[in-house]
Structures are given as C-alpha cells and as structure tokens.
C-alpha cells in the first residue's frame, strides 16, 4: 500500500516538473518574441515642402507604447480631474445655499434666544417678590444658585468661548434660571398648599347676607351711652336669613348669652373661636361638627339689638380680634 502511494506521488510530480517546464518554455519563447517586436525600429521622417532637407530619426516600438499609455493616463486624469471639479463646484454651491439658509435660521435662533433672555431678566423680580412673600425672608439671591448644572460640561464648554456662537452660552444661562425658576415655584405651591389648608380650616367667609352696620371697634353706643367697644361685626339682614359656619369646628355651646341673645359658639384649629349672637334660632346642637358653609342659625333681634341683625366675633386665644380682613374668600 506504502509502495503504491509514493509510486502515485512520484508520478504525479514528474508530471507537475514537466507541465512547469512546458509552461516555462512557452513563456521564454514569448517573452523573447515580444522583446523582439518590442526593440524594433521605426522610422519617422519630416519632409518639408522644398525637400531640401528631410528629418528622421528612429523610434522603438515599446517607446511608442509607452508614450500611447502616457497619453491615455494623462487623458484619463485629466477627464477625472474636469468632472470632479465639477462635482466639488456644484457641491460647493449646494454648501453656499445650505450655509445661507443655516445662517437664517441662526439669525432668527439668536433673536429668539436674545427675547427669552430678556423675558427672564423681567419676570426674575417678580419670582424674587413671590419668593419672599412665601418664605418670609429677604434672601431672594439665593434662588439663583444651583448645584444641579453639570459643571465638567460648562468647563468643556468654556474652553471653546471664541469658536462656538455666544447663543449656546446664553441657553445654558436660561436652564440654570428655569431650573431655579421650577425650584422656586415649587416652594411657592408648597407654601400656597399650606396656606390654603389654613385658610380652609380658619374662619375665612362672611356669615350671612346682608349688610354690615357696625364695625369692629370703639363707636358711639346705639342705645344712647356714650362709646362702647364693639367686639365684632354686625351684618344686618331679615330675620330667618341662615347663618353659616365661617370655619369647620365643633358648636361648644348654645344658649342665652345676655346681651348677645341666642348665642352660637363654634371651636375651630389653631385656636380660633366664633361667635354668632342675636340668633332666632339655631340650627345644630351642641356638640356636633360642622364643616364651613353648614347653618348653624338663623338671624334674629334676641339681647340687646335694635333690629335684625348677625353679631359676628372672632376670636384667638379668647381675645376679640377684627373680623373684617376674615370675611373673604380670597384672604
């Protein structure tokens, strides 16, 4: 089996050898012919008109070749050449629109940028104010510092301040204001939200219809005695007119309170007390949990009145305070 194997070898290399040197033989012969084409002479002669004098010389036939594919390289770049100068020519142009129509909307971009600057530089006092009203301090500078701006990117930023447009900067002036700006709103409606919850649960509307005849405060007495304090509000009306709970609460009592007639007392938070004197009648019982806006009485002339009317009293801590400034929705 060895013996058939290196015999099959053997012979299929002795015909490589001589395959290669049939091959090899036919490429000298070639070459040879070719170089001798190739080194032969050709003669090119002048002759001018008179004859009198005839130029010539001798020329090989791979100098021709060579000078043909020098003359066929030189059309083919010069052919490249043309049509791409006319490809960048016209790319060129199509760059030119493209550049004035980016400058156009650059132009508008910066008018743009330049109106929201200005908006902001108008509004920041108005956030300074609303700040300070819902703070209740008068450090209205410290909304504008922040922390939340990526400062290794502004630092990026401002190794580049003379090559990119001023416009880029400004909008990073305008995040960090929106975003003290948010910061800002947001503790406004945290103290609105708070303030609300106050105002909902304090007495903060008018008890009844009507009209007001006598404020908070010292007045001339309207049964002829001289000048006496005057602990609330009346509000005079038709008798039977509801009268409402200013306040969610609790009705601590009700009963004869002298001068003041039927009185109604409600309890509210934060230490705040109501008062509702000369009642018809009440409408609840004591005890019972009111919500603002519920009836709780019925306006009348009981006690010491000289006509139908609502004697309404706040008070704080079991002090009489003005009611006036109380009787809105929007206080």
Same mark, same amino acid.
């Given at each position: 089996?060895?013996?058939?194997?290196?015999?099959y070898?053997?012979?299929?290399?002795?015909?490589?050898?001589?395959?290669?040197?049939?091959?090899?033989?036919?490429?000298?012969?070639?070459?040879?012919?070719?170089?001798?084409?190739?080194h032969?002479?050709?003669?090119?002669?002048?002759?001018?008109?008179?004859?009198?004098?005839?130029?010539?010389f001798q020329i090989?036939?791979?100098?021709?070749?060579?000078?043909?594919?020098?003359f066929?390289?030189?059309?083919?770049?010069?052919s490249?050449?043309?049509?791409?100068?006319?490809?960048?020519?016209k790319?060129?142009? @199509?760059l030119?629109? =493209?550049?004035? $129509? &980016?400058?156009?909307?650059?132009?508008?971009?910066?008018? %743009? #940028?330049?109106?929201?600057t200005e908006?902001?530089d108008?509004i920041?006092p108005?956030?300074?104010?609303?700040?300070e009203?819902?703070?209740?301090?008068?450090?209205?500078?410290?909304?504008?510092?922040?922390?939340?701006?990526d400062q290794?990117e502004?630092?990026?930023?401002?190794?580049?301040?003379?090559?990119?447009?001023?416009?880029?900067?400004?909008?990073k002036?305008?995040?960090k204001?929106?975003?003290c700006?948010?910061?800002?709103?947001?503790?406004?409606?945290?103290?609105?939200?708070?303030?609300?919850?106050?105002?909902?649960?304090?007495?903060?509307?008018?008890?009844?219809?009507?009209?007001i005849?006598?404020?908070?405060?010292?007045?001339?007495?309207?049964?002829?005695?001289g @000048?006496?304090?005057? =602990?609330?509000? $009346? &509000?005079a009306?038709?008798?039977g007119?509801?009268?409402? %709970? #200013?306040?969610?609460?609790?009705?601590?009592s009700?009963?004869?309170?002298?001068?003041?007639?039927?009185?109604?007392?409600?309890?509210?938070?934060?230490?705040f007390?109501t008062?509702y004197?000369?009642?018809?009648?009440?409408a609840?019982?004591?005890?019972?949990?009111?919500?603002?806006?519920?009836?709780?009485?019925?306006?009348?002339?009981?006690?010491?009145?000289?006509?139908n009317?609502?004697?309404?009293?706040?008070?704080?801590?079991?002090?009489?305070?003005?009611p006036?400034?109380?009787m809105?929705?929007?206080?």
């Amino acid at each position: 089996m060895k013996y058939r194997i290196r015999q099959y070898q053997s012979s299929v290399r002795k015909r490589f050898f001589e395959n290669f040197y049939v091959f090899k033989k036919k490429f000298s012969k070639f070459r040879d012919r070719f170089m001798e084409k190739g080194h032969e002479k050709m003669t090119v002669m002048f002759i001018p008109h008179n004859e009198k004098k005839i130029f010539n010389f001798q020329i090989s036939k791979f100098t021709i070749l060579f000078f043909i594919l020098l003359f066929m390289i030189v059309v083919a770049t010069s052919s490249y050449a043309v049509i791409s100068h006319n490809a960048v020519k016209k790319e060129e142009q @199509r760059l030119l629109m =493209s550049y004035e $129509d &980016i400058r156009s909307h650059l132009l508008r971009f910066e008018k %743009a #940028t330049n109106n929201m600057t200005e908006l902001v530089d108008e509004i920041k006092p108005e956030i300074e104010e609303v700040y300070e009203l819902s703070a209740g301090s008068n450090d209205a500078d410290q909304i504008w510092i922040t922390d939340e701006i990526d400062q290794d990117e502004l630092n990026e930023l401002r190794k580049y301040r003379n090559v990119l447009p001023d416009e880029i900067y400004k909008i990073k002036d305008l995040q960090k204001d929106m975003i003290c700006t948010t910061r800002t709103i947001k503790t406004v409606k945290n103290f609105i939200d708070v303030r609300s919850k106050v105002v909902q649960e304090t007495p903060s509307i008018v008890p009844n219809e009507g009209h007001i005849t006598s404020l908070f405060g010292w007045r001339r007495s309207p049964f002829g005695h001289g @000048r006496d304090f005057h =602990s609330g509000i $009346d &509000i005079a009306a038709s008798s039977g007119t509801p009268i409402r %709970a #200013t306040a969610p609460g609790s009705i601590a009592s009700i009963g004869w309170g002298g001068g003041y007639g039927i009185m109604i007392r409600i309890k509210h938070k934060y230490g705040f007390e109501t008062i509702y004197g000369h009642c018809r009648s009440a409408a609840v019982n004591a005890g019972t949990d009111v919500k603002k806006g519920d009836i709780v009485g019925y306006v009348g002339m009981t006690g010491n009145a000289t006509g139908n009317h609502c004697h309404y009293e706040i008070r704080l801590g079991n002090i009489p305070i003005n009611p006036y400034p109380y009787m809105s929705r929007i206080w």
